[in-house]
């Protein structure tokens, strides 16, 4: 905490000096938006009670069909629009509401802007899109430290360690 | 723990941390006002009329309150008497927001309650005001909790054993907590989320015993209910819902993938207890994956069934199964309400229970065996009915490994997509049912509902810590309404239907000639007891997702609900209810009287 404070006060400190991620600003776009609501943090998506997101892991789509995904949603499907106006002033896949009907998507709980939606895209790119199974420092890249999220994945590519809170019958 | 200085709430800073907790001393309340709740009054707590001491109001798990000075003459002058706006909305995990589904414990005029996250309130409802006195905030870690939490950041609420107040967390630790300080005397894990194994049930106090289930069939574990003794803080026993290998019931597991090691079997709806009998009944969920019943061949023990537990050995005394072998998600989680009544050959020693599956069960509690079975909901599809001797479905045929039930509405391998009725959320899903002995008449919150579900074949490859393994999912093409159905226990026959346009997300309390209950829509209604004709209804503006409750305090009645839609539905189920795409998460306490 003094470190945090610390490193307010004086900016200039190590501690501020190392180089941003420049897809940092679509991680937090990915959390506000709660695509990991679907998706997971990984992006794997995958099945459940929300049926079935695909993974974007596995995902094929390039950066501009990522961002006609994100603004227009996925008619039929699940996945939401997150463009103002989407199927009304402005037309998606070529339809307006009209047009799409019974397959109209969600509307989704937050609007993007534009920017938005490229710096989501960017950062699906650099770092989810391709990518094999989630790993303990992609984990901890995406959560940070606080949360024991990303134990699970530490215990697998690692020895188990004598970690005090496991759950253990007493 | 946060502890607040009478109407002025006043926080004193906090000087004593517990770890996870911050202190802070006020002596403006003296402990006298508390009275150590022993085992002797959980035994007798209907004796303490004005008193709601368990999580079901009783071990019984009735729900009926005989406090009778709002009856049916006067329930429509019926008001909001006062407020209390609560916390743990924010999300986490998979989920946005959190919700309320807690039964409000109230003792001597002092009120306990809980928020999705674990946060314990206490609250002073005396002189016709609600005055906060503390608040224990666990620290429930969001992120790590909520992304194995299938159906929602929810905690049901809280049970009292001596001078403590006992909760659960999502995270999976069971806290003791001073009933008069608001600090932490001690805390244990019980569950592990790595594991993919969270809690979201209300402890039940049997002796000096806090009785835990778990949730987490939707991520492969393999359930369990555990028994922590709160006097040395060590656990007694744990029973798992799924046999070990050799043990009986093992059998029914007949696959050669292993699957009962991920078989699922959970138990997140607090049980009943019968002292006479010294028997624990738990009601224990679907097995996994939920949707591929091709991958885990046989009966799938303990799952979908009926257990009847030693309570002080956890050992197994009798079962009952209502789908062997589920390929729907028909949960058997539901409380089995301990009835007795006189049957045409004799007085009878029931317990009812309102499964998933769309049909109401009376089993005799001392043997295990079948009484009487009937569809409390308007739409069956998945069988013709249940055998009138075994109440097994008609289609049930031990000799297959794999169950079909009916055909052509049964999602499977060959059938990919399958639309059920009722749907996976189930005719009654964990919503508690109340039974007013006087009417001999038992009240059953229903969701009306079919759904659709896709098959994906599992394969062992899918099982990963943490993740979902559910071999397919559901979608919601069908509106779904819901009502409350009431029961004859004489008979076994319904004796009346209330139509609400909502599923019954809330759950019900009755009281001598009253039914209470709520709408995901914002109404909370009261009904005649009998003909369950509408009486009065107030819009609370939230959704209601949580049981209705009564106490007495200063001589005066009052009702009291949790607001604040949380839980599955609004994520995955609220296409079947697009008109409650508006509700706005919330967490108010509404207190009622005349």
Redesign the interface.
Known sequence: MVGAIAALLYPGTAYCQSTPDPTDPGKGVFKRA?C???H??HG?G???????ALSLRKTELTREQIIETVRCGRPGT?MPFFERGAYDSIKCYDMNRQDAGGTMP?EA?VFLRTKDVEEVADYVIMHIKGKAEPSFAECISF?SET???C??YK??EQPPSSAP?????? | MTRFKGRSAIVRAGMLAVGFATAAYMADRSPAYADDVTPERLLNADKEAGNWLHHHKNFSATRFSSLNEINGGNVKNLKVAWTMHLGGVEGGGIWSHGGLEGTPIVENGFMYVTDGWGSVYKIDTHGGHGDLLWKMDPKTDHDWAGAVACCGVDNRGVALWGNLVISHTLDGRLIATNKDTGQVAWQRTVADPNKGEVITGAPLIVKDMAITGVAGAEYGIRGWIAATDLKTQKEVWRTFTIPGKDEAGSETWKDDKNAAASGGGSTWVTGTYDPTTNTLLWGVGNPGPDWDNAYRPGDNLYTDSSLALDADTGKIKWHYQHTPNDPYDYDSVAENVMVDVQGTNGPQKLALEADRNGFAYAIDRTTGRFVWGLPFVKKVTWTKGIDPESGKPLEYDSKKQVQTYNTEVTPSREHKVADICPGNMGGKNWPPTAYNPELKLWYIPVIESCNRVTVEEATQDKIKPREFFTGGGPSQPFKITGSVTAIDVTTGKIAGKAELPFPNLGGILATPDLVFSGQPSGEVIAFDGKSLQKLWEFNTGGGVNAPPMSFSVDGKQYIAILVGLGGAWDKWFIDSTPELKKMQPGSTLYVFSL
């Open positions: 709660n990991m609501g679907c997971k943090w794997h995958g099945g459940g009670y929300g049926g079935d699940g969600p709980n959560f949360s024991r999220v134990d699970v215990k697998a809170d496991t759950a253990k019958p007493q």
